[in-house]
């Protein structure tokens, strides 16, 4: 079972857990929570969806060469309502998302919004786990919203 838990809001960004089997796996940073979609800046809505490997779009051509023989497609979220071509991808910011989730190892809160840190080290770890999800039948992924407020103390 794949899971993407919703934790924290802020001013443009989401910041989520990914649980596989129960056992999280790393940080999410996603767009802002809207209740109409802007294009590009807008996470998916909670759902479940089938999670594959794309290995015809646009991203999988900049990912094969950096990821050599373990790149098999791009991590793809289907049949989201109004989204298409929806990737697990790396990147650090918000303004990185386009409204796709993005992995991470830490987190920080610079200013209004979150952002992931090591997103290559997480997408490198957590990758090989998902294709073998999908492999074995079980791309499925469940996203929810359990959100709270954030607070370092």
């Not at 999988?60 to 991590?75: D, E, I």
């Not at 929806?86 to 919004?113: A, W």
Request: glycine share 8%; with cysteine; hydrophobic share 35%.
């Amino acid at each position: 079972m794949i899971e993407l838990v919703r934790v924290y809001s802020a001013e443009n960004s989401t910041l989520s857990h990914l649980y596989i089997d129960g056992l999280f796996a790393c940080y999410i940073l996603e767009d802002k929570i809207r209740s109409s979609k802007v294009f590009g800046k807008t996470c998916i809505p909670e759902g479940n969806y089938p999670l594959e490997l794309n290995s015809t779009a646009g991203m999988n051509s900049q990912y094969a060469p950096k990821f050599g023989r373990r790149h098999q497609g791009m991590l793809e979220i289907r049949k989201i309502p109004d989204f298409s071509l929806v990737f697990f991808h790396i990147g650090n910011y918000h303004s990185d998302t386009k409204g796709c989730p993005l992995m991470g190892s830490y987190f920080r809160k610079e200013g209004q919004d979150f952002m992931v840190v090591q997103s290559a080290l997480a997408y490198k770890t957590w990758y090989p786990v998902l294709v073998e999800k999908i492999r074995m039948g079980s791309g499925r992924i469940k996203i929810v919203n359990r959100l709270k407020e954030f607070n370092y103390d």
